[in-house]
């Protein structure tokens, strides 16, 4: 097999992966994709009709502070000034997110200071102070008072999970942040930014390397193709970024995940909601929020005779559906146990990304793990023989 490394997934882990095997070590790389696209969930492709860029499987902000990450992401790309900010709209009113000092007063009509809403907002998680909230839906009231929570959080979250917050257990959330300022930015971190030239020329210019060989409409299940987990496993060193269930036929039973729907519409108007992300927190609206995503990049000069929006519904993921979130029940993580001992036994495929480990990653701690794989597993093995796992 003229190849030295397989990597199966091409999302930002496998893409990390190979990219630093080709070019630091000097391997030939194999990188397989069941899908007809590189770049994992972080795709974008231009709408046919508007031009405008479009997250394919739904809305990529990037944002980091690890600086290692940050230099690394840049050899491939630069990034906008783009700062993302959420909106919600509550019973007709539109509020900035996450809950901070103006949310707060729009929401009581007031102009509390800040030490005046700290207070208020401890008097009403006071109801149940003391208490041991045994659901999310006690926790919430605990964490941030009953009036926003049921405002903001309750609904969206039972939408979210398809359950009432009351069946969920506390354990969903350990905290709901309550800024006492007026600064409504959604992330915190050092940096953030949309890629200049979008996703897609970004995660293309990672693969693009000539020891690095890209194969599409190519799954690691099917034995008939040339990089199959029949054909590749014990003769090659495996990266494998799938879900980690499959990989072992579903032995210990299926992990369970959350799915959305996207449901995309092009409207004939140039600006729909004025800002690129509208939650709706109410019950009796089915989605839970709507990207439109001209105002991702306002320095592009898109059409203005169209816009492009995506309405986002949530559900449990059944066999066949994208996997977006982990659900992470008890049961769960029980099983991802014995998946892990399952996984010590394979001693040439290393698991990675958010499907190879079960965990939910944002895009630059897949880099930083797939970063920290190579340093720790892939390059010890081929410069000094070291075992792989
Ligand atoms: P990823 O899922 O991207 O890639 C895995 C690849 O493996 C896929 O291309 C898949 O086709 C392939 N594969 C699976 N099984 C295979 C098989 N049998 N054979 C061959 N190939 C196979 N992060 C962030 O920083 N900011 C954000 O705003 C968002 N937003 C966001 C929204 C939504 C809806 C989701 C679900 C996720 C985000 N993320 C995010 C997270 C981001 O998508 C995530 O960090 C990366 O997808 C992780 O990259 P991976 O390579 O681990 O997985």
Known sequence: MNTDLVVVGSGLFGLTVAERAARELGLKVTMIDRRPHLGGNAYSENEERTGIEVHRYGAHLF???????????NRFTQFTNYVHRVYTRHQGEVYPMPINLGTINQFFRSAYSPGEARELIREQAGELAGTDPQNLNDKGIQLIGRP??????KHYTGKQWQTDPKDLPASIISRLPVRYTYDNRYFNDTHEGLPVDGYTAWLER??????????????????SQEFSKASVVGQVPVVYTGPVDRYFDYAQGDLSWRTIDLEEEVLDIEDFQGTSVMNY?????????????R???????YTKDATVIMREFSRF????????????TSLDREKLLAYRDLAKGESSVLFGGRLGTYKYLDMHMAIGSALSMVDNKIAPHFTSGAPLT
Do not use: C, Q
């Open 206 to 223: 990672m693969a693009d390397h000539p020891n690095i060989d890209v194969r599409l409409d190519t799954d690691f299940f099917d034995d």
């Open 317 to 328: 993921a059944e066999k066949g559906d994208e996997p977006y979130y982990p659900v992470n």
């Open 63 to 73: 944002h980091t502070s690890n600086e290692r990450v940050w230099e690394y992401v």
């Open 281 to 293: 927190p109410d019950e009796d609206v089915p989605f839970t929020r709507i990207h439109e995503f």
């Open 295 to 301: 105002h991702f990049h306002p320095e592009r000069d």
């Open 148 to 153: 926003l929570y049921e405002a903001f959080i």
